[in-house]
């Protein structure tokens, strides 16, 4: 009787124990299953957690912590990929219209305009000449955008914001040539610690599109405020303005309002406007309303300059 008694407890303690064992394991092998379904090109699925206090639930929250990382990770690499295929599309479409013009008209050269045509000759080596220096711009902003992904140094001071948008105004009215009025609202007091040339790029780059947008005969206007942690330069004309839903997309690289425009901008600009305010530690911002014109505003943050 006690070797039947003892033999049936210890078969009882396995079956028990196997019963046992099977039950605590069974939310592993939950994980285990699910963790099975898993691909790397769908990382929305997540392990289920039948009970956050205990090892294994624990140990499922923390690997859905993991993958919620790596799924916002492969989704920025994939928008990055995306932004960088769409970029050299862009910039491909964009110097594909000068070289057309560049190989036209050296083959009109080559093959009889030098020698029968002077007059149209030298207007082919005209376009060849405007051609190539639309490709400079377009390299030139291009290299400044490349490198505004690394650092850069700047040649930061204290300046009078005024001047600045007051000497942007002034080369915007000589190159419009009378096409656009401006009135420039500034006083010279108004300062912000940031490198004067880039800043003045910047207010260029504005009151460039301004000219450009606005119709013949209408009005551009330079406004800049003090604030209490810096300045504000804002430019607004009354040309045909940015829908609403258009207004984040303004500062995309190659971006542009009204793409039937051929006045040869390749929409960098602004794109450049906001790397170099970002880099001084500002923002732009854009609004307007359609055929109401548009207001491009930049805030530069005061910052005492270190003693030395």
């Keep these: 009787m006690l070797t039947a008694g003892i033999g049936t407890a210890i078969v009882l303690s396995f079956g028990g124990a196997y019963l046992l064992a099977g039950v605590a394991l069974r939310p592993v092998d939950a994980v285990t299953n699910a963790a099975r379904g898993m691909g790397e090109d769908d ?67 080559d093959e009889w305009a030098i020698e029968e045509d002077p007059e149209r000759a030298k207007r082919s080596a005209g376009a060849i000449r405007a051609a190539a220096g639309r490709m400079r711009n377009l390299n030139d902003s291009l290299l400044f955008l490349t490198r505004g992904d690394e650092s850069q140094s700047f040649q930061v001071g204290l300046h009078g914001v005024g001047a600045v948008a007051e000497e942007a105004a002034q080369t915007a009215r000589t190159a419009a040539d009378g096409s656009a009025r401006s009135s420039t609202s500034a006083r010279s007091a108004v300062e912000a610690t940031f490198d004067r040339d880039r800043v003045f790029q910047v207010a260029s780059i504005l009151l460039d599109d301004a000219v450009k947008y606005t119709r013949r005969g209408g009005s551009m206007r330079v406004r800049v405020e003090d604030e209490d942690d810096g300045a504000t330069l804002e430019v607004s004309d009354i040309g045909i303005g940015i829908p609403e839903d258009q207004q984040p997309l303004v500062f995309e690289r190659f971006y542009r309002t009204d793409r039937s425009r051929t006045d040869g901008s390749v929409g960098l600009g602004p794109s450049i406007a906001r790397q170099i305010a970002e880099a001084h530690g500002g923002e732009i911002h854009a609004k307007g309303r359609p055929w109401a014109g548009s207001t491009f505003e930049l805030r530069l943050p005061y910052r005492p300059l270190p003693h030395p």
């Design 43 to 109: 990382l929305s699925k997540r392990l289920p957690v039948t009970n956050t206090n205990d090892e294994v639930g624990r140990l499922a929250t923390t690997i859905n912590a993991l993958l919620a990382r790596l799924e916002a990770a492969f989704a920025r690499r994939e928008e990055a990929l995306s932004r960088q295929r769409r970029f050299a599309a862009d910039a491909s479409h964009e110097l594909r219209t000068p070289l057309t013009t560049i190989s036209g008209h050296a083959r009109m050269l």
